[in-house]
């Protein structure tokens, strides 16, 4: 070996313990990997709990998934439509709903659970009955999910006549 190389290979010796010892190294730089966070709840997921838990009465996990402030729109003509502008609007709604059916009111089916962005739109089948009348429909609910909670949800009614007249004004 060459005086010249005996050089080089010092000082590369030198650079490389310095560099050691100063916490860093001249091997390539290995890509850093952010700390993966939870991955979200998928938006159908979060209707899907929620519409579960509607069925089985399970008021606390409902009041989960809706946001405080949840935007709930009742077609129709009735005693029921109009804007819910809160979680306790639409628990209200909800009292009135089982007081109105003596707590017949059920999803009876829950199919054609579709996804777009933040929406979820769900065909429903209910059923219900009052003292005069029985409720059997299919509604279209569209959902609006964002980080994890329900903040709107639009119900579209396939026989808004028929809703009309079961629950009155």
Known sequence: MTRRQRNRTGAALALTTLLTLAGTSLAPAQPTVPPTAPAP????????????????????????????????????????????????AVFAMSARIHEHTARSYRITDISALSTNGSSVAVRLH??????????????????KVQDGLITEVRVHSANLYHENAFWGN
């Open 41 to 88: 709840i998928a938006n159908a997921t979060v209707v899907s709990n929620f519409l579960a838990a509607v069925q089985r009465g399970d008021r606390a996990q409902v009041a989960a998934l809706l946001h405080p402030n949840v935007r709930w729109y009742q077609p129709g003509s009735n005693a029921l439509s109009g804007l819910k502008p809160s979680r306790e």
């Open 126 to 143: 209910f059923s219900a009955a009052s003292p005069v009348m029985v409720l059997d429909v299919d509604n279209i609910d569209v959902f």
